[in-house]
């Protein structure tokens, strides 16, 4: 039996119905949602992220949105920082508290702690940045995969921060980070790694064609409800920080404005971009092992049926 003090957590891709499961899970719960994703925490960047609309929020508690502007820079620390005080603000009303959303680090460190490594040496991650800039992605992530074939593994050749970050930390210790993180134990197939907090995860998995389309609909329907506009908005308003200009769509979005792509080319490089994106997600997910997978529902009687088996999987009947 699941006891009271384990996280409750619904996990999936983008697309992928988490919003619609939650709210019913945590209305018949009386539950607050706590999110788990790395861009809703961004104010205005509503229709762009598939924000929770105001109706949804109005029907359950939220927490961990709208908590900095688009052209400030939001931690991995601060959204940690978020989510103790969402649990604290839940409990303390007698509420119960599901996290929701597809941001694998953030799920990582919630659960299992934030491996820091070495302090940052400023002087260092400079000199390392504009030799990326110089040299190129292929060129570095080539260099991390010399010295930390692991991390080079999981790490896109264009993930301009993290690859800085491995080499950085090379560089600083002479050991690869993947080594450091295995050791430490938060490293994904690490031998003995720490069980973490207890919780409770559902996955939500959905058929890759299906996703896909999924994905193509969403796209033309965010275009449809003013994209644009939000993106144009947030631009002339002090625009994008180095973290909120990670969010998918938005630099197409506003290419889209200047009339440097035409709506069905914007669709289709948004779309593919998201669908990238996607499997990138499941690749992370598939690795925490203690997630149950859960079909994404298709209709309201599935949506029904779901709803009652996660409510007893998560001990909430």
Request: charged content about 30%.
């Amino acid at each position: 039996m699941a006891s009271a003090d384990q996280l409750r957590v619904i996990l999936g891709a983008t697309a992928s119905g988490k919003t619609a499961l939650a709210l019913e899970i945590a209305a018949r719960a009386g539950a607050e949602i706590v999110s788990l994703d790395s861009m809703l925490v961004y104010r205005g960047m509503d229709i762009g992220t598939a924000k929770p609309s105001a109706a949804e929020r109005a029907r359950v508690r939220h927490h961990a949105l709208d908590l900095v502007a688009p052209h400030e820079e939001f931690t991995v620390q601060q959204y940690l920082a978020a989510a103790e005080s969402a649990l604290a603000d839940a409990a303390a009303r007698g509420a119960r508290a599901l996290f929701v959303g597809g941001t694998a680090f953030y799920y990582k460190t919630l659960v299992h702690g934030l491996f820091r490594g070495p302090d940052v040496d400023r002087e260092l991650r400079a000199r390392l940045e504009l030799r990326f800039d110089r040299e190129g992605a292929a060129a570095l992530h080539a260099e991390l995969a010399r010295v930390d074939p692991r991390a080079a593994a999981r790490i896109h050749c264009n993930d301009r921060k993290r690859v800085v970050r491995a080499l950085e930390v090379f560089e600083q210790t002479g050991a690869p980070l993947s080594d450091l993180q295995r050791e430490w134990g938060w490293d994904d197939g690490a031998s003995g790694a720490p069980a973490g907090r207890a919780r409770r995860v559902i996955e939500l998995v959905v058929p890759v064609d299906e996703l896909d389309r999924r994905i193509a609909e969403r796209t033309r329907a965010m275009l449809d409800a003013g994209w644009v506009e939000e993106a144009l908005r947030i631009r002339a308003e002090g625009g994008f920080s180095a973290t909120s200009r990670q969010a998918l769509g938005y630099a197409e979005v506003l290419r889209l404005a200047d009339g440097e792509l035409g709506r069905a080319d914007a669709v289709a490089e948004i779309a593919l971009r998201t669908r990238q994106f996607a499997r990138r997600q499941r690749t992370w997910l598939r690795k925490f092992e203690e997630a149950r997978r859960v079909a994404s529902p298709e209709n309201e009687q599935d949506l029904a049926q779901r709803v009652d088996e996660v409510l007893e999987w998560f001990d909430w009947r």
